[in-house]
C-alpha cells in the first residue's frame, strides 16, 4: 500500500469558483476542506502516492490526470511528493457522453484555443498542441494558502494563550505549549486587589511580526506596555530565547477564571 498524503487535494481559486460554481470561504476553511464529491473522490484517488492514475491525454504541455465521481470530472495537477500542496484540481465540469459538452473534450478545445492566442501574443510559439498555463495555481492560489495557515495560527494562539494563563493564573506557576517552530511559555503572579504580573517566554526563532502576534493576544494586557527581559531570575536567557513583561488587568484575569470550565 502506498505512502497517505497528509494532504488532500486542493482546489485553485478559479476552479473553485468558476468549474465548482462555490463561492470563495473565509480563511477559517481551508480549501482542501471545502464539502464536494468531486473534491472527496480526488482526495480518495490520490491519497497514496505510488498510485497509477489515468492522464488525460489530449493535453500535452503539462501532465494532468483524470478524477471522476457521477457525471462529475476533474483534472488533478500533481507536485513533488514534500511539496505543502502537492496534488490541486485545476480544472472540473460535467461529463455529457457524445456531446459537445463533455469535460474532456471541452478541456482540449479550451486549452487549444489558448495555445493560439499565446502563440499570437508571443514571438516564440509553442510547439504543443495545448497550453494550460491560465490553470495553473497562482500567486492567489499560494496567498490564499498562507492566509489559511495564518488564520490556523491566530485562531490556536488565542485558545492556547487563553488555556495558559487560566492555568498560571491557577497554580502560579509557569504552562506551556509546543509549536511547530517555537514554544510558548506563560507566567502569571497576582496578589489579592494588586497588581496582576504576566511573563511570556518564547524559545525558537521567530520573526519580529510573530512575536507581535502573540503579544497582542495576550488577555488584559495593553499592546504598548510589553518590556523585554533580558535575563531570568535564575539564568541568562538562552540565544533562541525572548522574555516580555506586562501587567494585566485584574478584572480581565478574574473574567478569565470565572471562564474556566
Known amino acids: 500500500m502506498g505512502e497517505l498524503t497528509l494532504v488532500p487535494v486542493r482546489p485553485t481559486l478559479r476552479c473553485l469558483r468558476d468549474d465548482l460554481c462555490l463561492p470563495i470561504p473565509t480563511a477559517k476553511t481551508p480549501l482542501d476542506q471545502v464539502d464536494h464529491p468531486l473534491l472527496r473522490k480526488a482526495g480518495e484517488q490520490f491519497a497514496a502516492a505510488d498510485t497509477p492514475h489515468e492522464r488525460i491525454r489530449a493535453i500535452d504541455d503539462i501532465v494532468l490526470f483524470k478524477a471522476k465521481v457521477g457525471r462529475w470530472r476533474g483534472a488533478v495537477l500533481t507536485g513533488e511528493p514534500d511539496a505543502e500542496v502537492r496534488d490541486w484540481l485545476v480544472a472540473a465540469g460535467t461529463r455529457e457522453d457524445g456531446s459537445g459538452d463533455d469535460f474532456y473534450a471541452a478541456l482540449h478545445a479550451q486549452t487549444r484555443t489558448a495555445r493560439q492566442r499565446y502563440n499570437a501574443e508571443h514571438d516564440k510559439p509553442l510547439i504543443t498542441d495545448t497550453y494550460s498555463g491560465h490553470l495553473l495555481p497562482g500567486r ?71 512575536t507581535a502576534m502573540i503579544l497582542s493576544r495576550v488577555p488584559g494586557c495593553a499592546l504598548d506596555a510589553w518590556f523585554p527581559e533580558y535575563t531570568l531570575p535564575e539564568r541568562d536567557l538562552l540565544p533562541a530565547e525572548q522574555v516580555w513583561s506586562n501587567l494585566m488587568d485584574p478584572k480581565a484575569a478574574s473574567r478569565l477564571l470565572d471562564d474556566m470550565p
Not at 162 to 178: P, W
Not at 181 to 187: D, H, T
Not at 189 to 199: C, F, I, K, N, Q
Request: glycine content about 8%.
Open 140 to 210: 492567489d492560489d499560494f496567498d490564499r494558502y498562507l492566509l489559511e495557515a495564518g488564520t490556523r495560527l491566530a485562531l490556536r494562539l488565542n485558545a492556547e494563550l487563553q488555556d495558559l494563563v487560566r492555568g498560571s493564573l491557577r497554580d502560579g506557576h509557569e504552562h506551556a505549549a509546543d509549536f511547530s517552530e517555537f514554544r510558548l511559555g506563560v507566567v502569571v503572579r497576582a496578589d489579592d486587589g494588586h497588581e496582576t504580573y504576566v511573563a511570556i517566554r518564547i524559545t525558537g526563532s521567530v520573526p519580529a511580526n510573530l
